[in-house]
C-alpha cells in the first residue's frame, strides 16, 4: 500500500538509531585503558616499579566487572560518597597483601582463558588466519609456560601482554579479550606481590578514588574522567581476590555508567513514511465451492502509523483502512449470478525494533462486505430453476463468509509481503553490517534501554571499558520537543577515539581514494598544492582525542605522536586544538519565513601546543607550521547544520530542519523538526 521509498526511509531512520548507538559503543569494548589499569595510582607515568608500560592498548571489560541493568540506577550525590567511604574504609580495615597462592590462581585464570582461546582457533585450524594468529601470538609457547609448575616471570608475562596489544588489525576481536585482560590482572598482581607495595597502596588509592570522583561528577572534564579510570582500572585487577574491592568497582561504575548516547524519534516524522492514500483496481479469479467467480474490483484507502507504548522494545503499529468494491460472475452450471460487493476492510500489523533483530508479527485484517445480487441465468426448466434459486439462498452465506475471508487473506497477504519483504532486507544488512561485525570484535553494547510513548521512540545505552566511566550527569533538556533529538555526552566520542584513533596512523592517499568513493569533492584538507609533501599523522597511543561540550562550546584536542612526510618519520608531539561556540540565529529563508539557524562559529583559530610548552615555534616545528598552515586554510570558519533531505519521493514531504543545539555539562544536544 505504502510507497517503497517512504516505508523504507522510516525503518532506516530506526535501524540508524540502534546502527549509531552500536557503532558508538564499538567505541568502548574494544579498548578500555589497560595503562590505566596497570600502573600504580600513586604514579603518574609508571606502572609499577619495574618500569613497565603496557598501558598502550586496551583490554576488554572483564566479566566479573559487568553491571547488570538492576545496578545502574545512580544514587543520590550524598548517597554514593557516604557508600564510597564506607567500602573504602571496610577495604582497608581488611587489607592483605596478596599472597603467592592468589598469584597462582591469576596464573590459572591466565591459562583456561588461554586454552579456550586455542580450542576457539583450533576449530578450523586450516584456516590461513587461525595459523598467522596462533604464530603472531605464540599461543603454544604461552600455553607451555603457564602449564609449568613455576609462576610466570613478569618479564614473560609482558612479552605476552603486548603481543595481545599491538596496533594489529583483528587483534581487538573479541576471541581475544579473556586473555587480554587477564594478563593484565597477572602482571599487576605479580607487582602487588613481588614488590609488597599492596598494603601502601590501597589507602592511596581510596583517598585519589574518592576525590577524582567527586572533581569529575563536578567538571565532566577529561583529564579527571582519566584520573577515575587510573584508580578504578588498579582496583579491578585485584576484585577477584577481594570483595571489598569488587563492591568499590560496581559502586562507581553504577554512578558513573549513565546513559551516554541517545536517540529519540517523534511519531511525526516515523508516521509521516507510512501516512499514504491508495486507489487500485484488481481482478478476480477465483474457484469458491465449485463455483467460478470472475470480476473486477476496486480497492482505495489510506495507511498510518501508531506507537505502542513499552519499555522493552520498539513497537510500531501500521494501520490500513479501505473501501472495497467488486463486480463478479459466478457460474456454476446450471446457475449464473451476477453479484455487487461492497464495504470496509482493515488490517494492523506490528514492527518490532530490538538490538537483536528487526521483525514484524503477522498482519491482522477485518472485512465487512454488503453482497447483493444483481442478476440471475439458470438454465433448465422449472424444476431445475426451483430447485436453483433454492440451492443458491441456501448458499448464500456460506459464499458471503467465503469472500470476506478471502478479501481478508488478500489484504493481510499484500501487508506481509510489502512490509516483510523491506523488513527482511533491513534485518540482513543490519545483522551482517551492524550487529556481527560489532558483536565478532566485542563491541556490541550489552545493555538496551528502550522507552517507546505514544508521541516519541527513545534508544540509548550504555558504554564504556572496564576501567572506563561515563558520567553521573542523566541527559539534559528532557523537556525539549523535537521530531528528532541526539544526545550525546562527550565521554562517548573520547572512548571511541581511544578506540578508532589510539597509535593509529592515517595516511591522506588512502583518506582520498575513500573520499573519492563517496564524494565528489575533496574536503579542503586533503586538497594538495603542487609540490605539498604528503602528510601523515600517527595519533597517540593513549587519549589521541579529547572533546569537552560545555557551556555552549565545543573543543576538541587531537594528540599527534609524531608526522611521517613520505617515507621520513618526524618525532613531532604536538597537540592541535579547535574551539567553536553554538549559536543559534533567528534568521529569513529563501521563501521569506524566520526560522532558526543553528550555527557553530569558530572562536579561535587551530592552536598547536607542545606537551609541557605553551605554543611550538615555527622553527622548532616546522612540520607542524606545514600541517597548521593547510588546517587554517581548510578550516571553516562557520559551519551551519544544514537540513537533512531525504532522497526520492520522501523529499517532497518535507525536510527535517534543525531547530536546536547546546552542550551542557558534557552534553551535546541536537535537534531537528520535520515538515518545516
Known amino acids: 500500500m505504502q510507497k517503497k521509498s517512504c516505508f523504507r526511509f522510516v525503518l532506516l531512520l530506526l535501524a540508524a538509531s540502534i546502527f549509531f548507538l552500536a557503532t558508538t559503543h564499538a567505541a568502548v569494548a574494544q579498548r578500555g585503558r589497560i595503562q590505566r589499569s596497570v600502573r600504580s595510582p600513586q604514579q603518574s607515568v609508571q606502572p609499577s616499579q619495574r618500569n613497565v608500560q603496557p598501558s598502550q592498548r586496551s583490554a576488554q571489560p572483564s566479566r566479573r566487572t559487568v553491571i547488570k541493568a538492576e545496578e545502574l540506577k545512580p544514587l543520590t550525590t550524598e548517597q554514593f560518597f557516604s ?47 587461525a595459523k598467522r594468529w596462533k604464530e603472531r601470538l605464540d599461543l603454544d609457547a604461552l600455553r607451555m609456560m603457564l602449564a609449568d609448575a613455576q609462576p610466570l616471570e613478569y618479564d614473560m608475562a609482558e612479552k605476552a601482554w603486548m603481543k595481545f596489544n599491538a596496533d594489529e588489525d583483528g587483534i581487538k576481536w573479541s576471541i581475544f579479550e579473556t586473555v587480554r585482560t ?48 587510573d584508580v578504578l582500572g588498579w582496583i579491578d585487577a585485584f576484585a577477584p581476590y577481594r570483595p571489598n574491592l569488587d563492591e568499590i568497582v560496581r559502586l562507581v561504575r553504577r554512578q558513573l555508567s549513565s546513559v551516554n548516547v541517545q536517540v529519540q524519534v517523534g511519531l511525526p516524522l516515523i508516521a509521516a513514511g507510512f501516512r499514504e492514500s491508495f486507489d487500485e483496481e484488481f481482478d478476480i479469479a477465483e474457484q469458491i465451492s465449485g463455483t467460478s467467480i470472475r470480476g473486477t474490483g476496486k480497492v482505495s484507502g489510506t495507511s498510518d502509523l501508531t506507537l505502542v507504548p513499552r519499555n522493552d522494545l520498539v513497537e510500531l503499529k501500521l494501520h490500513v483502512n479501505a473501501d472495497m468494491s467488486s463486480q463478479t460472475t459466478g457460474s456454476h452450471p446450471p446457475v449464473t449470478v451476477n453479484t455487487s460487493t461492497s464495504g470496509t476492510l482493515s488490517g494492523t500489523k506490528s514492527i518490532l525494533f530490538t538490538s537483536e533483530k528487526i521483525g514484524s508479527t503477522p498482519a491482522g485484517t477485518k472485512a465487512s462486505l454488503v453482497s447483493k445480487t444483481t ?62 561485525p560489532l558483536l565478532a570484535v566485542g563491541f556490541f553494547p550489552q545493555l538496551w534501554k528502550f522507552l517507546t510513548t505514544e508521541e516519541f521512540v527513545n534508544v540509548s545505552t550504555i558504554f564504556a571499558g572496564t576501567s572506563q566511566t561515563t558520567t553521573a550527569e542523566p541527559p539534559p533538556n528532557p523537556d525539549l520537543k523535537a521530531d528528532l533529538i541526539i544526545r550525546v555526552h562527550q565521554s562517548a566520542l573520547n572512548n571511541a577515539a581511544d578506540v578508532f584513533l589510539g597509535g593509529r596512523t592515517f595516511y591522506e592517499d588512502d583518506l582520498i581514494e575513500r573520499f573519492k568513493g563517496q564524494t565528489e569533492d575533496l574536503p579542503k584538507l586533503l586538497q594538495r598544492k603542487e609540490g605539498d609533501v604528503q602528510i601523515n599523522p600517527t595519533f597517540a597511543l593513549s587519549n589521541p582525542v579529547s572533546v569537552s561540550f560545555v557551556d555552549n562550546k565545543i573543543k576538541a584536542v587531537f594528540r599527534i605522536a609524531d608526522f611521517n612526510l613520505e617515507q621520513r618519520q618526524v618525532k613531532q608531539q604536538s597537540d592541535i586544538t579547535f574551539l567553536y561556540g553554538i549559536k543559534m540565529i533567528k534568521e529569513k529563508g529563501t521563501d521569506g519565513r524566520e526560522r532558526v539557524a543553528v550555527v557553530f562559529e569558530q572562536l579561535d583559530k587551530p592552536r598547536a601546543t607542545a606537551p609541557g610548552k605553551t605554543t611550538i615555534s615555527p622553527t622548532e616545528m616546522p612540520v607542524q607550521r606545514r600541517v597548521m598552515t593547510r588546517l587554517e586554510e581548510s578550516v571553516q570558519k562557520r559551519i551551519d547544520l544544514q537540513p537533512l533531505e531525504p532522497k526520492g519521493r520522501w523529499e517532497g514531504a518535507g525536510k527535517l530542519v534543525p531547530v536546536f543545539a547546546a552542550t551542557e555539562n558534557g552534553w551535546l544536544t541536537l535537534a531537528w523538526n520535520w515538515g518545516q
Open 83 to 129: 557508600k564510597l567511604a564506607e567500602l573504602c574504609e571496610k577495604a582497608k580495615a581488611d587489607i592483605q597483601t596478596p599472597s603467592e597462592k592468589e598469584l597462582a590462581l591469576g596464573k590459572a585464570r591466565l591459562l583456561k582463558a588461554t586454552n579456550e582461546l586455542l580450542q576457539t582457533i583450533n576449530r578450523d585450524p586450516n584456516r590461513e588466519s
Open 182 to 229: 587477564e594478563l593484565q590482572h597477572y602482571l599487576v598482581l605479580h607487582t602487588a606481590v613481588t614488590t609488597k607495595s599492596f598494603e601502601e597502596s590501597l589507602p592511596l588509592v581510596c583517598t585519589n578514588l574518592i576525590q577524582s570522583t567527586e572533581k569529575y561528577m563536578k567538571t565532566a572534564d577529561v583529564p579527571d574522567a582519566i584520573a577515575v579510570s
Open 375 to 436: 442478476g440471475m441465468r439458470i438454465n433448465g426448466g422449472a424444476i431445475v430453476q426451483s430447485v436453483a434459486r433454492q440451492q443458491v439462498a441456501e448458499q448464500r452465506p456460506a459464499a458471503e463468509a467465503e469472500a470476506r475471508r478471502r478479501a481478508e487473506r488478500r489484504l493481510s497477504d499484500r501487508i506481509d509481503r510489502q512490509v516483510d519483504g523491506q523488513l527482511a532486507e533491513l534485518n540482513k544488512n543490519y545483522q551482517e553490517k551492524v550487529r556481527k
